[in-house]
């Protein structure tokens, strides 16, 4: 069954590095999304990604944040200089053009960063 | 803005017990609600859904039925099983829009 994956599955950073990680959504998906969830909170909504664009973001995606998709396959958060409150559990989601109205999206297993 | 509610967890059962974890949501109009499920060491992964009111959603012996009236969501199972341990997230998306909004996640522990 196809599935998202996303690399590393824990980093462990020092504040004010560069971090970022990676997702490759499924293949033929055409919308693209990250989500955190810190620690013992919710999941949250950072930003949706379409046609080569930022479709949406939440107020907590800030200038310190970007996304890209360098090669067709890959889809990436970079985070700039990091906070120790960006220590959180990063989730890549995608879904197809079909299922807009479902809404459902397929996540991958997450990305932990620990920002010390 | 849009919010979900959900139980607190840990939620700790027998086997074989009746499992209930209550979700109730504030939006705008009609959105579509969701349950994921995030077993241990896996990403999250849609269990059921219903899109419009008094629609129930149904897989793996779980149930859940879209109250209007309430605005609630709530997950059912008659009889779990150890494999149904995981953490239980409600969620919803608004028609015209792109995002789901989770709850807080009720983590579900099932002794044998």
């Known amino acids: 069954e196809p599935e998202v994956t996303q690399t590393p599955s824990h980093q462990v950073t020092q504040m004010g590095q560069e971090v970022i990680l990676r997702c490759v959504p499924i293949s033929n998906h055409l919308y693209f999304y990250w989500y955190r969830q810190i620690l013992g909170q919710k999941v949250e909504f950072l930003v949706s990604f379409y046609n080569n664009e930022i479709s949406e973001k939440s107020e907590i995606f800030d200038d310190q944040f970007s996304v890209e998709r360098p090669d067709g396959s890959n889809f990436t958060l970079k985070i700039r200089s990091t906070k120790l409150e960006d220590s959180a559990m990063y989730f890549c989601a995608s879904r197809g053009q079909g299922q807009i109205l479902a809404g459902e999206l397929f996540f991958g297993e997450g990305s932990r960063l620990t920002v010390l | 803005g849009d919010s979900v509610t959900q139980m607190e967890g840990p939620v700790t059962l027998s086997e074989e017990a009746f499992l209930t974890i209550n979700c109730t949501y504030t939006?705008?109009?009609?959105?579509?609600l969701f349950w994921y499920v995030q077993y241990p060491g896996e990403g999250l992964q849609l269990l059921l859904k219903a899109t419009k009111a008094d629609d129930k959603g149904s897989n793996k012996g779980f149930e859940a039925t879209y109250r209007k009236e309430t605005t609630s969501f709530h997950l059912e199972k008659g009889s779990v099983q150890v494999s149904d341990s995981a953490v239980y997230f409600c969620?919803?998306?608004?028609?015209?829009?792109?995002?789901?909004?989770f709850g807080g996640g009720t983590r579900v522990l099932v002794k044998p």
């Open positions: 939006a705008t109009g009609y959105p579509s």
């Open positions: 969620a919803l998306r608004r028609a015209a829009g792109n995002k789901l909004t």
